[in-house]
T-cell receptor, first 116, second 112 residues
């Protein structure tokens, strides 16, 4: 079974631009979570989707948004990019829906975003 | 603030030694997980322990959970150079089933 696929792997953008990152979960997984990882802040939760609905959101500004499609694929968008948005963006999928969370997250290898 | 906090932040040991990492958290949880991350890659799930369990083993890994102290430990026995990575604990609060929160991680270096 294929793992979680994130595209693109690397991205370089300029301040003020916007970017869209894509995540394809493991087949059969309907929950997708997004995380931002930086050396200073570690892994920060962005949001989680299940069945095209955002179930929970982290403490990020409205410039960060996401969505999930009917095939469970997910995208996240960052508008008006800032230098501080440079990070590794990780997507993870899991098998079981809420309320049970006793299954692991399966991560992709991330998209490395550099904002100049 | 983050739910989980690992200790120590960095650990350097010789191959063959045991490595112990600790994790503390703040609120009641459903379960606690440990993940490993090799440099620049995604995280890999190692082990999950439920809130009603006290100890769990998987190969060279041993995880303990003390819900009264809100803490967990990960022990890697007979470490290998390939164990060099960052290790994260992750928790989901009982009040929020959809959000898994990660600690800052422990960077482990195993010297051959």
């Amino acid at each position: 079974k294929a793992g979680v696929t994130q595209t693109p792997r690397y991205l370089i953008k300029t301040r003020g631009q916007q970017v869209t990152l894509s995540c394809s979960p493991i087949s059969g997984h309907r929950s997708v979570s997004w995380y931002q990882q930086t050396p200073g802040q570690g892994l920060q939760f962005l949001f989680e989707y299940f069945s095209e609905t955002q179930r929970n959101k982290g403490n990020f500004p409205g410039r960060f948004s996401g969505r999930q499609f009917s095939n469970s694929r997910s995208e996240m968008n960052v508008s008006t990019l800032e230098l501080g948005d440079s990070a590794l963006y990780l997507c993870a999928s899991s098998l079981l829906p809420r309320p049970t969370r006793a299954t692991p997250l399966h991560f992709g290898n991330g998209t490395r975003l550099t904002v100049t | 603030s983050q739910q989980g906090e690992e200790d120590p932040q960095a650990l350097s040991i010789q191959e063959g030694e045991n490595a112990t990492m600790n994790c503390s958290y703040k609120t009641s949880i459903n379960n606690l997980q440990w993940y490993r991350q090799n440099s620049g890659r995604g995280l890999v799930h190692l082990i999950l322990i439920r809130s009603n369990e006290r100890e769990k083993h998987s190969g060279r890994l041993r995880v303990t959970l003390d819900t009264s102290k809100k803490s967990s430990s990960l022990l890697i026995t007979a470490s290998r150079a390939a164990d060099t990575a960052s290790y994260f604990c992750a928790t989901d609060e009982k009040t929020s089933y959809d959000k898994v929160i990660f600690g800052p991680g422990t960077s482990l270096s195993v010297i051959p």
